[in-house]
């Protein structure tokens, strides 16, 4: 058992995340003997496993107890180690609002980006994965809806392409997809209804943008708060629940 939790970390470590249908992340996820020993050793290494039932991978972070020693105190707090800006980290939250939160909304409905209806037996229908409810947004309209917020288009592609090169999004062509990491590093919890009540709000009210089904494959944010606060402010300065 030590052999295969010391390889399920080390392939962890090494490809940043792994797919839940890998066998030995559905070991983790299912075996609790198993986790105890996985959840130990990273722990001894300051780490932990992040993963929710929404998304089609998992990976490790920083535990939150080593956060401080690792970043320093809150009022200096040096969320760089990504090299996202202020404006980098705005535009990461407002993908996932426009990307994860519907998503959510599909997959506790238990309904597909296929579906024209749901199930009238949804609630003995497991939930679906994120490839089969998660849909992209329009680049186009992105940039028409927060460019001049977020850097204006030059920014905004740099900042695009470093969150691409860091597994939050995905692209194709005009459309913008959901990446491994961008279900994994956010707090649900602690954004969702200050984002939906809060800066994002007039935006929800919309009707969603057309988009290209997805069909591929919190940050925890330390100032996740700042960084809302950032996709309606014009200003750019200095993310995320750290990986490993």
Not at 107 to 117: A, G, L, P, Y
Not at 226 to 232: E, K, P
């Amino acid at each position: 058992m030590n052999d295969d939790a010391q390889i399920l970390i080390a392939r962890l470590l090494t490809h940043q995340t792994l797919r839940r249908d890998d066998k030995m992340v559905k070991r983790a996820l299912s075996d609790d003997q198993f986790r105890a020993e996985v959840d130990k050793r990273l722990l001894e290494s300051g780490l932990k496993l992040l993963d929710n039932v929404y998304a089609d991978h998992v990976t490790v972070a920083l535990h939150r107890n080593v956060e401080p020693k690792i970043f320093g105190a809150k009022d200096i707090w040096q969320n760089n180690n990504f090299g996202l800006t202020r404006d980098g980290v705005a535009l990461l939250v407002v993908l996932w609002a426009q990307i994860i939160l519907p998503k959510r909304e599909r997959q506790e409905t238990h309904t597909t980006v296929d579906d024209d209806q749901n199930d009238m037996f949804e609630k003995d229908t497991p939930i679906p994965r994120a490839e089969d409810a998660s849909i992209g947004i329009s680049y186009t309209a992105l940039l028409s809806d927060f460019g001049d917020k977020l850097g204006k288009k030059t920014r905004m592609d740099m900042n695009l392409g470093v969150l691409s090169k860091l597994g939050f999004i995905e692209r194709r062509g005009d459309v913008i997809l959901e990446g491994p990491l961008l279900d994994l590093m956010m707090d649900t919890d602690v954004l969702k209804e200050r984002i939906i009540n809060g800066a994002l709000s007039e935006v929800f009210k919309r009707a969603p943008l057309a988009a290209a089904p997805r069909k591929v494959a919190t940050v925890d944010m330390p100032e996740a708060e700042a960084a809302n606060d950032a996709a309606v402010a014009e200003q750019s300065d200095d993310a995320p629940d750290t990986p490993n």
